[in-house]
């Protein structure tokens, strides 16, 4: 895949990565645990536990930056 096609393709995430996201939770925390992968990226807040799934288009747009737990 050359660089060109990859350019509009959604990081490179796992489940059990965390990811920070721009904007944060009403909680305060910015932080989310990725619990899936697929067609949406399913995320859990690290602050109060609450689920959401993202379409990889949004998660795309609002994610800020991935953590790799050691290990």
Sequence with gaps: MTTAE??????D?????IVTL???HPCGSSDWDVTRVGADIGLR???CGHVVLLPRHEFRTRVKG????SG
């Design 22 to 24: 721009r904007k944060p």
């Design 45 to 47: 807040c690290r602050g």
């Design 66 to 69: 991935i953590v790799r737990p």
């Design 13 to 17: 995430v796992l489940p059990g990565d």
């Design 6 to 11: 990859n350019a509009g393709a959604a990081p």
